[in-house]
């Protein structure tokens, strides 16, 4: 099973397998408007099933965004902290230096996403593919050590960037790079033309929320909901 774009009168959304898995499914709504339409996210749910899925997770979406689906019987699986970042203000160099991600890191990679991450979040090499096409252009660097320390994924889609990735191997925390790859992300979208940029993290991760903020990010008002549905 792969990615599947599945249109829903005026609304669309995606399908695709969640961490490679063959009966769930995680599927992500592009509503027209604000939120989807309850008949939309009705026919999402049998269009899942019928690809041969007995479970589907929700990408991360605003509390308004969950409310169709809740209708239609997702639950609350996790709830995420949602920071934002105005890039009018100046964006410090970042002290250590980072560089393009290559073939080669990847296993590096995977191997500290796995570290960095509990089951439900961690990246295997598919979905570490499709973060990098999530966006119309990205920017994936790594540490420049040997073997990679920790990288990031970050997205731009007109004005708006996205942080989509940011993982640090547990043995180089402390060191400076948790602030090295949020200083490149931002800097490579002010460059581009980025007015904002928007993180999530889970709320159990202080230390990453601890860098978010020293970095420029604040709070948002609300968090984003991760939702869950068996399929009928």
Known sequence: MGRDVVYLGVDRAQISPWRSSTSTATVIGHPRKAAMAVDAVRDLIRITAQRGYSAAFTSAMTPEQAVPFIACG??????????????????????LRTRRARRTDVPSILELDELAFDTFWRFDHAELIEATKATPRHR??????????????????????YLQRIAVHPDAQGE???????????????????????????????????????????????RLHVLHRELD
């Open 74 to 95: 997702f639950t609350l699986h996790e709830e995420l902290h949602l920071l934002r970042r105005d890039l009018a203000e100046p964006i410090d160099i970042p002290r």
């Open 176 to 222: 400076g790079w948790g602030r090295t790859l949020v200083y490149d992300a931002l800097a490579w979208l002010q460059r581009n033309g980025a007015v904002s940029a928007l993180v999530n993290t889970q709320l159990q991760n202080e230390r990453a929320v601890a860098v978010y903020l020293a970095t420029g990010f604040t709070m948002e008002a609300h």
């Open 140 to 161: 994936f660097h790594v540490t420049r050590t040997t073997p990679a320390v920790g990288y990031h994924i970050t997205g731009l889609a007109h004005q708006q960037g």
